[in-house]
């Protein structure tokens, strides 16, 4: 198949409205990309609240109209395409919603269908569209989410959706990650995501999701609103979109929000390469400078975590970063789910310390300067989030888990001895 050039237009949401801010151009071979280009437009960039879609030529991303004017960005050669703009199409489930509604193959669309198609409901600030003229679509709003349940399923099963039910073509088209979800917005208009069961699961992942992110609040971490809803027998896991704020007349705000794979500069296949000590680096480098040392601790405290109730799914597009005027500041705590597991040597997805992946504290304890902590800053951290999670059982029972559940996720949780050797807890006075 030949070559084909696309342009299109880029716009990002400053101050509650759509300004056109620039041209990306795309090479593609049918799904293929093969590069791209981008530039700004120049009165975007005259703007004081213009929002870096691309870094400079020297890594920075703090806008600067000098590096910004009359210059063609070129996407890397392994990524291909500008880390923020792929942020703003959905990397999976809102791509089967998009094929779903045109009726094509699984991956079967070019890069510029994905992003032209994700529709109002997308992550993040940017918009995508057409050309620099293109009017933004309009949204229907609230959806009904027992419809949105059963397309879902359908869209899963790789079935049609029926008239009745196509609010999930704009609800569901726009956020990435495997598992089914759409957005939805609550009385007052603000937008939540759903989360929804998927078919063939032994477990309750709904419930366990919002139980486990409760008790990482619990843990002092920076957590959403979450709650659950029960049609019919489903589980719904709602969680409320972060990158999005309301102001007191409910006018929304949207909140450019990159993912660290973006922020580290790298492709999805970089990502099992990458440590938490390598997102650590980018907070020093890319962070607002009066958050750096709290984002990094907060990093600290969710690799923890995340050692403690195995969730192993901690790739780069399940850590995100949303934009200060003073720079990047890391989002609150999304899509943590342990998983049971019978081994005793576990790994996580990001590489934790001097032992790469394996995920144990002593692992842990060998990597706390590069978040800028001190040893003991480091133990206060593991003292606080153990002690919550040593009671998990507690808390899980207090948010209503069904035994059964309990039962069949317990083996994720981890006892401090099973990942912490005698020696290293002797460092702990
Ligand atoms: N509360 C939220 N607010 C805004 N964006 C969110 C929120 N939760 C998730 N996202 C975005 O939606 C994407 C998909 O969500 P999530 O990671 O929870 O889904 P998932 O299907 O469980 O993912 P995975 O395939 O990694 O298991 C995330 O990568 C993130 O970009
Ligand atoms: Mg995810």
Redesign the pocket.
Known sequence: MASRKRELGVFAHLNGEWAPAGLVTMLEDGSKIQGSQFAYGRRYIGRPDALPIVPTEIGEWKPNPDMMRDKEFIADEVTKLFGSIR?AAPD??GRRVIESRLNQPANSLPESTYLMEAGHNR?GALDIRPDIQSPPLKTAGVHRLEYLLEAAARIEEGLPVPTGLQDIFEAGSG?????P?ASVTDAAGHLW?A?FPSLNERLNIPILETATLRLAKEAGLAV?DVRTECIQDKTIMM?????REYSANDKEHRRH?I?ALTLLGCHESESPDKTYGDIADAIRRHGAPKQVRADQAEMYGRMIFNILVTND?D?L??H?FLWRPEGWSL??L??V?PRPSIGTERRLHLGVGNSGRSATIDNALTSYARFGLDLERAWEIIDRVYGVVRQWRTYFEAYNVPLSEIEKIASAFRHIDDVCTREARRQNR
């Open positions: 942020d999976a489930w992550a956020m990435g990650g495997m598992r979800k995501l989360k959403p969680i409320r979109r972060f990158d929000m993912s799914d790739h597009r399940n995100a989002s609150p999304y899509d789910v």
